[in-house]
Structure formats: C-alpha cells, structure tokens
Nanobody, 119 residues
Framework: QVQLVESGGGLVQPGGSLRLSCAAS????????MGWYRQAPGKERELVAA???????NYADSVKGRFTISRDNAKNTVYLQMNNLKFEDTAVYYCNARGWTTVRRFDSWGQGTQVTVSS
C-alpha cells in the first residue's frame, strides 16, 4: 500500500503564490509518474500538471506559464509551485502517483488540500 500526504494549501490573494508538496510512502519499488489534479465545486476533477520519473512534464493550458511541477525522486516527493494565482484556481488539489510496489502496480491518491484564491 502506498500513501500520499499533501501539504501547502491555504488562502491567498489573487496574484499570490503557494507551493504544494506531496510525499509518497510505503512499499514503493518505483514511481513512474506523479501529478496534481484539482476539483472545483460542481466541476469534474481535472489534470493540472504531471511529471514522469525522467522529468517530462505536462500542464493544463490554464496553468501554463504560472505553475511549475517538480519532483525529488530520492524523496518520492512532488511539488507544485503556483504563481500568479487567479480566482479560478480555487479548488481542492489532489496528488496522484502511479508505479510499482514490490508486488503490484499502484495508482494512489492523496486526501486533497484546499487552495482558495480570494481578495
């Protein structure tokens, strides 16, 4: 079993910045990809950004140029630096990790962290 623990959410004014962190723990053999998703009230969960073990990244068009995803493979941790935040970035942000434990494939989610952009 693989657990993901997120941190770093909060309340910020428009134009401000936040940094989210997500640490994976458990019987991890390898993590292929880690990513951040978000879900706003009344909307479906959507991909924000993802990063592979080799460092390839993918971003939603709405956050390109403002958000940066990075990871520390040695710590099994992924980060999301969010700059120039907008009202529409308000959502619960979820961390996701996919890979292999010592016995099987896993696809795990964190509990979510609230990001609220408000003046």
């Amino acid at each position: 079993q693989v657990q993901l623990v997120e941190s770093g959410g909060g309340l910020v004014q428009p134009g401000g910045s936040l940094r989210l962190s997500c640490a994976a723990s458990g019987s991890i053999f390898s993590i292929n990809a880690m990513g951040w998703y978000r879900q706003a009230p009344g909307k479906e969960r959507e991909l924000v950004a993802a990063i592979t073990s080799g460092g390839s990244t993918n971003y939603a068009d709405s956050v390109k140029g403002r958000f940066t995803i990075s990871r520390d493979n040695a710590k099994n941790t992924v980060y999301l630096q969010m700059n120039n935040l907008k009202f529409e970035d308000t959502a619960v942000y979820y961390c996701n990790a996919r890979g292999w434990t010592t016995v099987r494939r896993f696809d795990s989610w964190g509990q979510g962290t609230q990001v609220t952009v408000s003046s």
